[in-house]
Nanobody
Framework: QVQLVESGGGLVQAGGSLTLSCAASGSIFSINVMGWYRQAPGKQRELVAAATTGGTTTYADSLKGRFTISRDNAKNTVYLQMNSLKPEDTAVYYC???????????????WGQGTQVTVSS
């Protein structure tokens, strides 16, 4: 079994910062892409940022410059540093990872349980 456990969410004032963490554990051979998505009430889940094992990163255009994704491959952990937070950043943030459990196994998509980020004005 594989688990993704997120931490670091909470309540912050506009203009503040938060750092989210997500650690993957369990039967893991390798991890390809790790990333963050978010879902605000009444809206679809959207990509926030993603990072490959090699360090290539992708961001939602609207978040470039405020959010930074990073990985610690040795710890199977991905981070999301969020700066200059706005009320519209309020959402549940989900960790996502493409994980291979065996050397010749398939890559499978895993999700964390989500962590709430609330930005007050």
């Amino acid at each position: 079994q594989v688990q993704l456990v997120e931490s670091g969410g909470g309540l912050v004032q506009a203009g503040g910062s938060l750092t989210l963490s997500c650690a993957a554990s369990g039967s893991i051979f390798s991890i390809n892409v790790m990333g963050w998505y978010r879902q605000a009430p009444g809206k679809q889940r959207e990509l926030v940022a993603a990072a490959t094992t090699g360090g290539t990163t992708t961001y939602a255009d609207s978040l470039k410059g405020r959010f930074t994704i990073s990985r610690d491959n040795a710890k199977n952990t991905v981070y999301l540093q969020m700066n200059s937070l706005k009320p519209e950043d309020t959402a549940v943030y989900y960790c996502n990872a493409d994980i291979r459990q065996r050397a010749w196994g398939l890559l499978r998509d895993y999700w964390g349980q989500g962590t709430q980020v609330t930005v007050s004005s």
